[in-house]
C-alpha cells in the first residue's frame, strides 16, 4: 500500500496557484515594437527607463487606476499594450480598450496593438489570422479585448471587463445633455464587478485646463502624484526639467537665428547653473526616479520620507518630451519652440503634446505694481480734473445682491486725442443713495476755471435680474440712459436700440442719436470686443508713456490694490467649436469683481458718444483760461403784461 503523504506531495503542486509573473521582467523581455518602426527590438528599459515604475504599480494588487501624463516620443502606447500583452498571458481576464472615436481606436489597433501581438513569440499564436478577426474584440486564447469607441455610446456600456485601458484620455467626446451618461464615466463602469482585481490605465497628453479629463484626475485629493527627478551629471541635484532652463543662442530674441538657435541648446542645472550636453542626456534619463509628493531625493539618489497620499490612485507625470530618449536632443525641443512663433494654435499644441502640460489661457498672475507703474500720473489728482482734459462722464454697473442693490460708480475725464483719466470713483447702496450721488453733475477742473458738467449717465443693464428696475431708473431721471455689451458682432463702437416698440413706431422718422440728445431713454449697446481690447492694450503698457490716447489713474488710484486688482481680473482667450472656428472672449481670473475695469468701458461708451465714434477728439473746443472774460448771452426782458401797462397800444395812445 502506497503512503498518503508521498501521493499528497505528488498532487499538492498541481493545486498550487502558478508562480506570479511580474510585468517589470516579462514586458522587457517578450514585447517588442512593431516592425518598421524608428526603434525596432524589445521594449527596454535603456530607451525608456521611466515605464519601470508603471509596471510595478500594474504588478501592485493594491494599486485600481493609473494616469499617465505623457508627451509625445515617450512610449506611453507602447507601455499600455505591452501591460495588455502582459496580462493576456500572464494574467487572463476579461479587458477592455479604448479610445476617444472609432478612427483612432481602429487606427492604434491595426497600427500598433496587432503588429506588436504577431511580433512577440509568446502572444503570436493566441489571436486569429488576419482574415479571421471580429470587428469588435481582440480575441486571445483564454480572454478577449473589448473595443470601445468613445463617440459610440454602445461599445462603452454592456460587458464587464477587469482591465481598462483609456487611451488619449482627454480627447473622449463630452455630452452636453445632462440626460445622457459622459463616455468616459461609462466605460469607468465596466470594471465595476472586479472590486478587487481590477486595474484601468488612462493616458493622455492633457488638453485644457478647464476641461481636462486627466488633469483632474491628477488634482484629485485621492491620488498619489510622483514626477521624474534626473540628477544632474555635474552636481548631481536631483530635478524635473522643464522647459524653463533650457538655454540656446539668442534667446527672447523674436529674430534669432533658428539653426544656431537650435545648435546651442543646451539644459542649465537648477542648481549648479552648469550646462548639460545632449551627450548627457542617456546617463542622465537612466538615473531618473519617480518620486511621490512628501518624498524628497538626495544627490545619491536615495529617497526618503513617506508619501503624502497612501492611495490606490497613481499619477504619473507630467512627463515632458524633455525626458525623452527618442529625440535627437535638446535641439529638437528647441527647434519646435522657434517654428510656433506668435501662432497660438501651436504654442498650445507645444504646451500640450512636447511639455505635458495643460494649456492655461490665463496669462500669468499680473503684478499690480507694475501696473500702477504703467497707469500713474502725478499730474492728477482724485476728484480734480486734469488740467488737459475737456470734458467728463460718468458710469454705474450694478450688483444684485441678498442684502440689496449695490451700484460701483466711476467717473472719467477725457481730452483732446482720446486721452482719459479717471476721476473718482465709489459705491452706492440702493436706488435712493444712488440719485444722490448722480445729483451731483460737476467737478473742479485743475486750471481753476469753471467746473466740467457731467452730460448723462450711462447705467449697466445686462443683469437680468435688474433689467426692469435699471429702466424704471433712467426714466425717472433726465439724461440716465442704460448701457450693455453687445452679445454680437456691430461695426462701430456702439449702437441705439429701441426700449419699447411703441418708441419705434411713433419715432420712426426722427434719428436716434437725434432723440438721445433731447433726452429720450434708448439702450446704448456697446462694442464689447473693441473696448475691451482698447483697454487691454493700455493695460499691458503697449502704448508709449506721452502718446495722445493713453489713459492713467491718480496717485491715490495708483495705490489702491483693490482698485488694480479688478483691472487685471479679466484676460482674453479663444474658444474653438466643433466645427474648427473660434471666437474670441473674456474671462475672469478669479470670482473677485472687476467692476472698475468694467466701468473704464462704459466710459469710453460715453465718450464715443461725445464724440460721434471717436471722429471729433482732434476738434474738441477749448477750454476758456481763467483770465479770459466769460461770455454770458443777456437774459431777455420780460415785457409787461397789459395788466401792468405792457402789451400793444393803441394808436391814439401812441
Known sequence: MIASSPIRNRIKPLWAPPPKVYAEEWIPNNVKTPKGSEY???CSYKLAPHTRDVFRAFDDDSVREIYLIWATRSAKTTTMTGLMMHA???RPKPMAFGSCDEPSTERTVEEMIYPMIENC??????VPPEGKRP?????FDRCRIRKAYGGSPGTVAGYPACYLFGNEWDKWPHRKSSGEAQPANSFKQRAKGYPYESKAIYESTPGHIETSRIWKLRNAKRTQRREYYVPCPHCLHHQTLRFEQLAWEGKGNPNADEVAAAESAVYLCEDCGRPIQNEDRAIMMRAGKW????QTIDRKGRIHNKPNVQSAYICFGPYSTLYSLLISGWDQIVAEWLACGDDQDKIRDFQNSTLALPWDPAPDEADPNELARILRSDEDRITVCPEWSRFITRAVDVQSKAAGWEFPWQVCAWGEGGRGSVVDKGTSYGFKELSGVLNRRDY??????????????????????????????????????????SSTYIPKNYVLSEISNDNRLNNKSEKKERRLLKGEVLLILINTTRSQFW??????????PDAMNRFTIPPELA???????????????????????????????????????????YNWAAAQIITNHGQEWDVLPERPKVTDEVWTPRRKRKKKSVYEGGGRRCPRDR
Open 559 to 601: 495705490e489702491d490694490d483693490d482698485f488694480l486688482e479688478e483691472l487685471l481680473n479679466e484676460y482674453p482667450i479663444i474658444d474653438y467649436g466643433p466645427d474648427g472656428f473660434f471666437t474670441k472672449g473674456w474671462d475672469r481670473r478669479t470670482r473677485k469683481p472687476n467692476d472698475q475695469r468694467d466701468l473704464i468701458r
Open 135 to 139: 470587428a469588435d474584440t481582440i480575441p
Open 291 to 294: 518620486v511621490a509628493e512628501g
Open 88 to 90: 493576456a498571458v500572464n
Open 535 to 544: 483697454l487691454q492694450r493700455i493695460l499691458d503698457g503697449r502704448l508709449k
Open 444 to 485: 473742479a477742473h485743475a486750471d481753476g476755471g469753471r467746473n466740467l458738467i457731467i452730460p448723462f449717465d450711462l447705467i449697466d443693464s445686462s443683469d437680468g435680474n435688474a433689467t426692469e428696475d435699471v429702466y424704471a431708473f433712467c426714466h425717472s431721471r433726465p439724461y440716465c440712459f442704460p448701457l450693455k455689451g
Open 121 to 126: 513569440e509568446a502572444t503570436a499564436g493566441l
Open 40 to 42: 525596432e527590438g524589445y
